[in-house]
């Protein structure tokens, strides 16, 4: 088991830890881990993902979950945030998410444009700001520009910044895919490279060896490969994504594997909240309980 | 049905509230609801479209038809701003469509460049700016980042900012077309997220459902399909374009199945200007007819 | 009596004639003249102007007011309009002063710094600026150059800009003092020489003849004084001030000779809401029955 | 007693709410009170303030004591935010004093240069940034156009601004001097219409009636005094300052009555911290106490 | 005895720490300690100076001592750095000195002005930039602003910032003169509050007693006075000025106390080089003997 890092570790201003602070130590378990609330796929997917459980398609109805469920956060695109997050303004902390897209043009050259501004999540009293970062794809020269424009404000507004670090793109696909270890381990790898403060990624699943780099050819187990991953981000905090939804014994296994690695917490959005409110909230209480068992000192 | 939100719940800070109350509360019914005249089919479609009607393809007397005919507020391109406005200004109000183009060339990667500036709509007196979103397109990422800075600004100025938010391009052709309710649920839903405060939409047509997406593939009514839109809206308040001239009968439908579905108003351009002046009268005089059903609070 | 200038005799860029439509033509009496109700003597004077009447301390009580009494638009500065005016949006004109001191300092060099910009008057929604020139200090420089910068704002953002035109300081004290048929006929010209596009003035008083130019030393009527008061401001729309609370038969008489003169309209602050409220609405109906018999074209 | 407004009515935007709500809901006693610790007598007064009491010299002391103590915010100069505020990032908020200076030069016509930006604040995590405005001043046009870019790039930052609104100069100590009841009022009134967020004030004297305006010569208690200066801040949130030590009782009186008033907290340096450290906790815990009867909703 | 801070303590940024470590940690005693000598003294008083020992006149000589001496900085203006330290750049560390006058006006007003900028300090490979504060001067305000913006640039450039912390002005000459313990104490203190990351003072002179504020009006030895100087530097690294020459005796018993209080070093230049070659080369080394008893950690 890999030890988390403590905030004090990390290199970080005084703003960046503030806000950081705020996020693990003064929301949710106030542990040092957290759970966040992603909820931009009305935008990434369309309104489609709220066909499951339709009262999800109302921003208030989510916001609202955040704060009963003990969230330590909730990513949002700037549309929601101007319009719902006043009225829960300091209930819980907004990750404005700066970056996204539609997903009715194909991915192959997938680049998610920057929709908002780190000034503008100063502004709407943001306690981070999210960035998704498509690795591997042939417009990842645009991207890294986009990117680094975004990095350098959070650095001059002393402002998290969590990267959605996704592996994308024709090389990906024909590598494994984008949820190979050695495609989500790449993809820890360069987030903390490139400056971010907090990583999203997808769980890595080591079964899919199908043309990776021969290092990942081999016989790793979930937790080897997660542990793994956790190493590449080093002072990056991680966190693991729940994707699509999925049966709750795995997303927990999921969730248990991936705090003994030293992981910070989950980032967990359909898998929330496409379903009803009491079992979005029972399910989340699940969650709390394996959080509780990895505290981290600040 | 859904419950229009007032002015008050929008998150709005004073300009924005203070324009849209003008827009919808000193103008026409005076009652929240809205009936605004596009007029920039001049240069999106080319003078072709005033041969029905050819007294319309005067500035002067659409801008008449205006102020007689009780609408909320009239949208067109800075040229014709310039030069027709100032007789008219503040007898009705102003929205500055702030890009637009040409249909000459072919649409697969449409995207539509910006013709005016939101400073200038703040200096001809404007209370609203309009902007042609293309949901979907190959150039959708550039797209998109023209409209970051004009939502910014129309931020920095207190701005009301209406988009068209249209589906287009190939991909969209190939999974039910531009008005299916897939391709509308999601332009309206792409509106809201990225920070509009009001989307003008085609009513959907929930019977296109070649290659939509599963969740679309289904037997929706068309008051189903536009109460979904509506809500994938949510606080951003809705118009319904008129689109091609069609039947009166067909038209004052979809109107009511708007109105019931909780959108604030409507936007016909041909259909009003494509037609006789008396004529045009009694058409939007039932249109009329139909909003003030449908008052909101302030 | 002169004969008031339309609004398409000015000169004007289209915002400031749609604003100025909005404010003489779409509130009040809709004819053309305006009340406005001046709130800034909290700053001014400070909450001693507000312990006559208590209530109107609040700044809520005097919005009411100004909706209540149908006034043609509001003056307050910066702090009241962002935490007061939000909630009467587009109900009253807001007319945003933008400098303005304390009365703690001697006078004799007074210069009302700028707390405001025109941009943010837009951002708030406001339908014009207010500036004080004080005319004739020693600090006249410094007030002129910092006025320059605000007319050129207020040219960009088709703002249109109200001069309160103050004759001020000691060599004003000097030759009449500041409510001089010469000292306020003087400023007057001043505020059109200088751009002003609505002017505020005292009612000049003829019978101050110690020391003025020899010009003014003869016997004026008060009405021949006015009438050469609103015709030095030639296109600049005039704007008759209260001052400290009087007999409202003298308020009245004053209110009929400066729109007898061609004036457009009366700006009344304490002598409006240093009273009780009903007492306030009946003062002001007296004031609408003056302007009444002076309407004017658009 | 007047009726504190909840954040919901001050016409605040996101940011703004967002850091109030968590200095007044989630800090402290967590029911819309404050107490603040403002530690910049280092600079306003030098280094002799700290021999009463040699350990509050050292920050790391104060800062540990505004943590233990509950307190709801800490006031420092940037140098000592910079080198001291980092190792309690996000444990209690910072309000980054933006302007200060020394007292060795006269006072005559005190103007606080600035020592900081708001944007620095935004960089350090503050959660809200003072400005120390001397109203009535010679310099009070100077002080004012500086006050006017802090207030904003505060309104840009959505960062709240705290204002010592501090009566100064020769005109004030001719009229009853700086803690009148008369400068008081006025005071707190001036930091209104200039848009403070928040107020500090002096407790006022209405014994100090020697050459005051007429209004405020009359035999006003404290009680009635306090009361008129919060409904003079209106919608601006005030805060009773301790001024130099003076005996518990006293203070806890000056306590009941400003929080009877309507103000929302207090703000004690030197009477909190010129003890030993068990004294300041327990009189600390006494203002508590007070503070605890008056809960207003968010 | 006060314990000096280690780098790690101080919430530097890594270029601030970078810099200072190689000044206290690769130059000189390489313990954390440091002697710089100075050499501004051509501007600040003119050749006069350099009469006692014409040699010291040559900037070539003076970059010589300090390499031979093993200083751990020198400090010049930008002319001399530009035309001189090219010879030895990275052989001793370069203190930019930002302001300097002459000292033919009076001084009752003082303020030195800017003539180089951070970035040229960049540009010449300097590890530190000087900034004269002069404490207390009517001119206060304009120095504190002048003051700021250097202090921001050393912060973005990463430069550490060394404040010439100094007393001046008619109103401290008339509170016991610029070397009182009184000034000195306040003096540094206000360098600490203003984020100096070192601060130069004069020793402090606690028998000047004549009108200091009644704290300081006390029997203090000079060790008690220096120590609290320390103390109220705190996390700002402080170094005592030699000031004019003196006894080799008093000079060694001043850097004792000093070092002994918890000063990180001395900064002495007339002491150095107002004498022969091989007489300040024997000076120097007996200040390094004292050095040498308080190495830190870093």
Chains 1, 2, 3, 4, 5 share one sequence.
Do not use: C
């Amino acid at each position: 088991m890999s030890v988390r890092p403590g905030l004090g570790e990390l290199g970080l201003g005084a703003g960046k830890r503030a806000r950081l602070y705020r996020i693990l130590h003064e929301h949710g378990l106030r542990n040092g881990t957290a759970i966040f609330l992603p909820y931009d796929q009305g935008l990434e997917h369309g309104p489609r993902d709220f066909f499951a459980h339709p009262a999800a398609g109302d921003p208030r109805y989510v916001l609202r979950l955040a704060v009963e469920g003990g969230f330590n956060g909730v990513a949002v695109q700037i549309g929601l945030a101007e319009k719902f997050f006043w009225e829960y303004a300091g209930e819980v902390p907004l990750i404005l998410k700066l970056n996204g897209k539609t997903d009715i043009p194909p991915d192959g050259e997938a680049l998610s444009p920057l929709n908002a501004t780190v000034e503008e999540a100063v502004r709407l009293g943001a306690d981070a700001v999210g960035y998704t970062l498509y690795v591997g794809t042939p417009a990842q020269d645009r991207d890294f520009e986009q990117y680094r424009r975004v990095r350098a404000d959070a650095q001059r507004f002393g402002m998290p910044l969590v990267v959605w670090a996704y592996p994308r793109g024709s090389a990906i696909e024909a590598k494994g895919g984008k949820d190979s270890f050695y495609a989500v381990d790449y993809a820890a790898r360069t987030a903390s490279e490139l400056g971010a403060d907090v990583v999203k990624v997808n769980f890595p699943h080591p079964e899919k060896r199908t043309a990776v780099k021969d290092e990942y050819d081999a016989g790793f187990s979930s937790q080897q490969a997660i542990d793994a991953v956790v190493r590449s981000a080093n002072r990056t905090l991680l966190l693991v994504s729940g994707g699509t939804k999925a049966g709750d014994d795995a997303m927990q296994e999921k969730a248990r594997e991936s705090m003994e690695a030293g992981a910070t917490g989950l980032i967990f959005g359909r898998n929330v909240w496409q379903r009803r409110h009491d079992d979005s909230l029972r399910f989340v209480a699940q969650l709390r309980d394996i959080l509780a068992k990895y505290p981290s000192s600040t």
